[in-house]
Each structure stands twice: as C-alpha cells, then as structure tokens.
C-alpha cells in the first residue's frame, strides 16, 4: 500500500522560507513523477513543482526561481525548499506519486496523493 506523508508546514511571513517533506512507502515503480500541489480556499489545486526518477524538474512560473524540489532515493523522501514566501502561497500543500516520468504538472497524471501540509503567509 502505497503511503505519501507530509511535513514541514507551518506559519511564516513573507519573505521566510519554509522546507516541505514528503516521506514515501510502499511503491514499486522502477520510474515514477512526484510533485507538490497545492489548493487555496476556494480555489482549485494546482501543480507547484514535480520531478521524475531521472531528475527532470518541472516548476510553475509563480513559483521557479524561488522553489526547490529534490528527492533523496536513499531515504525515499521528496522535498520542497520554499524562500522568499509570499501570502498568495498560502495554501495546503500535497504530496503526489505516479507511474509517468517527464514531470508532468497535471493532477490527473498522479494516481496517489499524501493528505497535505497546511502552508500559511502572512504579510
């Protein structure tokens, strides 16, 4: 049974940077996508950043140059460095798996999903 457990949300203010984990059990892909998505109140989720097993990183423009995604296969985590937050990045924030490479940012490519991390800005 696959498993995707978030971390590392919290309140900051803007400017702040925060470190999102995604710790991921029970897959057997040999290549895979994940990413980090995100959903405002009233608002539909949208893809913030993914990477495949090859390492292709894919970023949505609000947030490249500012977020970092990586992942570390020993420890079967997947990470999101956040700086120079912004209150618009308020959020919950979810962790996805799927069977795609290419990093695709659509969430219908992602067929597991972990129950997300609350990420508050405030100006």
């Known amino acids: 049974q696959v498993q995707l457990v978030e971390s590392g949300g919290g309140s900051v203010q803007a400017g702040g940077s925060l470190r999102l984990s995604c710790a991921a059990s029970g897959y057997t892909y040999s290549t895979y996508s994940m990413g980090w998505f995100r959903q405002a109140p009233g608002k539909e989720r949208e893809g913030v950043a993914t990477i495949d097993s090859d390492g292709t990183t894919t970023y949505a423009d609000s947030v490249e140059r500012r977020f970092t995604i990586s992942q570390d296969n020993a420890k079967n985590t997947l990470y999101l460095q956040m700086n120079s937050l912004k209150p618009e990045g308020t959020a919950m924030y979810y962790c996805?798996?799927?069977?795609?490479?290419?990093?695709?940012?659509?969430?219908?490519?992602?067929?597991?999903w972990g129950q997300g991390t609350q990420v508050t800005v405030s100006s």
């Open positions: 996805a798996l799927g069977p795609l490479t290419g990093a695709p940012m659509h969430q219908y490519e992602y067929n597991y």
